[in-house]
Each structure stands twice: as structure tokens, then as C-alpha cells.
């Protein structure tokens, strides 16, 4: 009775509802769960621990980044009780599809969607152009080349380079660059990134010219 107790209780909170109702959905990260929420960062993943605990969500690493979604099966962290609970959560979810908050955070998960779409076409996409560059963290490029002149070329290794931006950067400076990912399909984005700039003239590494010598 108190595993079932505190179960409910879990259940019983509605931004925890409407955060298992957007999972759902699909699988998001932190971010896009925070923006279709509208809830502080540090509310979200408080309650996605939770979740987790519980069994009702999974957290996947993938080229980088930490995603979220719904646990499916005992064997995969949910728990035997989901195959009661999730059919009634479901019609619950359905039969408030025309809540206003339920109808915002539709609207907002779309917008995220789209977003995201839009930004693997762009980073991933055979058109590819600098110009175009919307990925996040934009500011490692300029430290990369600032760290090009105060630095000898050397040997660096890029781990968890994922799609290869910051890769390229330090081939501007560096001697010679390993790129290092578990994500065999990010792998592949990042080569595809590597040849074009490498077509555009742009990806030969090359080191800074040399400090003069004092006497």
C-alpha cells in the first residue's frame, strides 16, 4: 500500500503529467522539454528524476547530448504496473487534448519539432554554408581559433566531437586531429562536414605563424 501511495503521489502532480504526456510523443532533451513546458530547467529535471526513479522514463546519451523518453517494458526500466496504468493515462491524455494547457504545450512541442528538423537539414544537409550555422555553442569557434594563436600546433583529440564543428575549428591550428564519437551516424555527418570544407579550402590544418624569436 505505500509503494501505491507514493506512486500516485508521483502521478499526481500536473506538470509531471504533462511532462509524461509530451514524452509520449517522442524522446526530447532538457531544453526542448523545458520549452514546450514553460518550467524553470532545474523544475524539469527534478521531475524527470523522479520519472526516471520511478520506471516511467528512460535517459539515452546520444552525440552529446542526454534525451529522454518512455520507459516501454519492465526490461527496459518500466515497471510491471505500467501495463495498467499507461492505457488509463492515455485515455486521460486524449480526452484532454482540448485543455488550453494541454493545447500551448502542443503548439510548443511542434514549434520544437520544427525547429529541430529544420536545424539537421541545415547542419546536415549537402548545402551546408557557414552563413547558415545555427548550432548551439557557436562560441567554442571563436575560442578555438583565439586558442590557434597562443598555442604551438599540436596534436588534439576532439571526444564526443559530434557533428565535427568544433573538429574543424581546431584543424585551422592544429598539427593533426583525432574526432572521436559513439554515434556512428553523427560519424557520418561529421566526415560529410570534413569534405566540404575540405572542397571549400577551409579545413587544412594549418598552424600559426611562429612567435619571433627573443635574443
Excluded at 566526415?191 to 579550402?201: E, P, S, T, V, Y
Aim: with cysteine; aromatic share 6%.
Amino acid at each position: 500500500m505505500k509503494a501505491a501511495s507514493a506512486l500516485y503521489r508521483l502521478l499526481g502532480d500536473e506538470a509531471r503529467l504533462r511532462l509524461l504526456r509530451v514524452l509520449s510523443r517522442g524522446r526530447l532533451n532538457v531544453t526542448e522539454l523545458t520549452g514546450v513546458l514553460g518550467l524553470a530547467q532545474s523544475g524539469v529535471s527534478r521531475h524527470l528524476g523522479l520519472l526516471k526513479d520511478a520506471g516511467f522514463v528512460v535517459e539515452e546519451k546520444d552525440a552529446g547530448f542526454t534525451y529522454y523518453r518512455l520507459a516501454t517494458s519492465p526490461n527496459d526500466g518500466g515497471r510491471p504496473a505500467d501495463a495498467v496504468l499507461w492505457p488509463m493515462l492515455t485515455t486521460q491524455f486524449e480526452a484532454s487534448a482540448a485543455d488550453p494547457a494541454v493545447r500551448a504545450d502542443e503548439a510548443r512541442l511542434q514549434e520544437v519539432l520544427r525547429v529541430r528538423k529544420e536545424n539537421f537539414e541545415i547542419h546536415a544537409g549537402p548545402d551546408t554554408r557557414d552563413a547558415r550555422q545555427l548550432v548551439p555553442g557557436r562560441s567554442w569557434a571563436a575560442w578555438s581559433r583565439a586558442l590557434g594563436l597562443l598555442m604551438p600546433p599540436l596534436k588534439v583529440a576532439d571526444l564526443g566531437c559530434g557533428e565535427g564543428y568544433l573538429t574543424i575549428e581546431a584543424a585551422r591550428w592544429a598539427s593533426h586531429v583525432i574526432a572521436v564519437d559513439r554515434s556512428d551516424a553523427v560519424l557520418d555527418r561529421a566526415r560529410a562536414l570534413a569534405r566540404r570544407r575540405r572542397g571549400a579550402g577551409t579545413s587544412r590544418a594549418r598552424a600559426p605563424p611562429a612567435p619571433p624569436r627573443r635574443s
